[in-house]
Structures are given as structure tokens and as C-alpha cells.
């Protein structure tokens, strides 16, 4: 199978809500485009160490969410709930690579572990921070927790989420969603926030037509 002349890395964060509402708008492109795009999802952890992480009750988030997330929720057709607590997500990070690898025991095991977290945090404020909590998802999933387990305690994927950060600081992308488009390997040009689809479809029509 050839691979697609076009690739578009999203960066994004599980405990950023405008990356959960921009995932059925990249799932629409990916359908639109079938095999003429290639998605790649990658790491990026908004506050890391020793950064502080937001105040669950604080008036920022609330003011965000009533002003922009809970809009854009109606408008998508997605529901979201202000999560309970704002855990670092680094570990949700190497638990979604992890799951990456697992495609040839169950093929789309990235797919859905991207999304029960993303699911997890913002309907049922699950802690991305809790080992124990990853490895539940994973279970759930049908996928080996204690495998994961191991991966976490081990840190087998920090240098990966790690790479994925230092990527995107070279991009010059400073918030996510961060979508770098590239075509045949060449950086194409970079689109940050939350982007009605009308608005990826168009960045892909202009590449399709450098290609003709």
C-alpha cells in the first residue's frame, strides 16, 4: 500500500478541551481524504514540571469554558463536562504510545485509547496522572494493563513523548491543537486551535493542487 504524500501531525494535550473537539473534525478529513492523508497524533504536555497545573474551580477555566468550550461542544455535537481536577498528563501521553504499539494484538488500540482518555477526562474527569487509573482504561480496552503498568513504572515512552515536545518547540507551535501539514516529508505549514472542517478541508485542497 502506498503511503499518502501528505501527513498532518496534531499535536495535543488530554486535558485540553478544544484538541477532544477538534477529533471529529479530523476524523471527517481523514474519511474525506481517505488515503491521500496520513494522521499522526502527537504529544504535547501543556504544563509540565515544575510548571503549576490550573485550579479546577478557578474563574479562568470557568470563564473559557461558558465563553468558548461549551459553545463549541453544542456546535460539534459532542458533550463535555469541566473536568473535577487538572492532572499533569505526561503518563496519559506514554499510555496513548504505548497503545500505539498494541495494534497487532488489537488493531485500532491507539484510536480508541486517544479517545477513552479524552473521553475519560472530560465526561468523567478520569486522573490522567494515576498509573492505576491508565491501566484500568487499558483494561477496559481489552488491552494488557499490566503490560502498561510496566511501561509506565519503567518509562519506556518518556523519551517519545519527550521528542514529540522538542518537535513542536522547533515548529514554533506554542498551544494545541498545533496541526503540521507536510508534503512528502517537506513542512507544508502549521494551523493552531481548533479548526472547522471547512477550514482543513481547504488546507488540504491547496496541497492536493501543489501536487497536480
Do not use: K, N
Amino acid at each position: 500500500m502506498t503511503r499518502p504524500r501528505i501527513t498532518l501531525d496534531v499535536f495535543s494535550d488530554y486535558v485540553c478541551p478544544f484538541c477532544y473537539l477538534e477529533a471529529p473534525e479530523l476524523e471527517a478529513l481523514a474519511e474525506r481524504f481517505t488515503g491521500e492523508v496520513a494522521i499522526r497524533w502527537r504529544a504535547f504536555e501543556l504544563r509540565p514540571e515544575p510548571e503549576p497545573t490550573l485550579d479546577p474551580d478557578g474563574d479562568y477555566l470557568h470563564d473559557i469554558w461558558e465563553r468558548a468550550v461549551y459553545p463549541m461542544a453544542a456546535e460539534r455535537g459532542m458533550t463535555l463536562r469541566l473536568p473535577r481536577r487538572q492532572p499533569r498528563s505526561r503518563l496519559a501521553h506514554e499510555a496513548s504510545a504505548w497503545a500505539g504499539e498494541q495494534e497487532g494484538v488489537r488493531p485500532g488500540a491507539g484510536d480508541a485509547m486517544r479517545t477513552a482518555l479524552f473521553r475519560g477526562f472530560f465526561e468523567e474527569s478520569l486522573d490522567l496522572a494515576d498509573p492505576e487509573a491508565l491501566v484500568q482504561v487499558a483494561d477496559g480496552l481489552g488491552l494488557d494493563g499490566a503490560g502498561l503498568r510496566r511501561a509506565l513504572a519503567e518509562g519506556d515512552y518518556t523519551d517519545r513523548v519527550l521528542a514529540d515536545q522538542r518537535l513542536a518547540g522547533e515548529l514554533g507551535i506554542g498551544g494545541v491543537p498545533g496541526l503540521r501539514f507536510s508534503l512528502d516529508g517537506e513542512h507544508a505549514g502549521v494551523l493552531e486551535g481548533a479548526q472547522p472542517r471547512r477550514q482543513l478541508f481547504l488546507a488540504m485542497e491547496r496541497l492536493l493542487d501543489l501536487m497536480r
